[in-house]
């Protein structure tokens, strides 16, 4: 059995844009498809070098996969394709 993929969403408190995508990706974690965890970049100051103001970020098992805006579908099907490739290099 492959692990779930795990998405890390970088993001910082009064920041509407990262209020919706956790909500995005909490849904999606809920249906069992991925592990998630929110990092407040305003809490670790290389997060706060590396993201700046340029939050939300998503990263999935730590690439960086969506930028700002998330839709519900696109990262769905950016899961699966994470399990696809798992699944091939398991083989």
Request: proline share 2%; glycine share 4%.
């Amino acid at each position: 059995m492959q692990a779930l993929p795990v998405v890390e969403v970088m993001s910082r408190h009064d920041c509407c844009l990262c209020v919706e995508a956790k909500d995005v990706v909490k849904r999606v974690a809920e249906d069992g498809a991925c592990h998630w965890r929110e990092l407040d970049v305003d809490m670790d100051e290389s997060l706060a070098t590396c993201y700046g103001h340029d939050v939300p970020v998503i990263l999935i098992n730590g690439r960086k996969a969506f930028k700002h805006r998330l839709d519900e579908q696109a990262l769905r099907l950016r899961l699966e394709r994470e399990r696809l490739v798992a699944a091939g290099s398991q083989q």
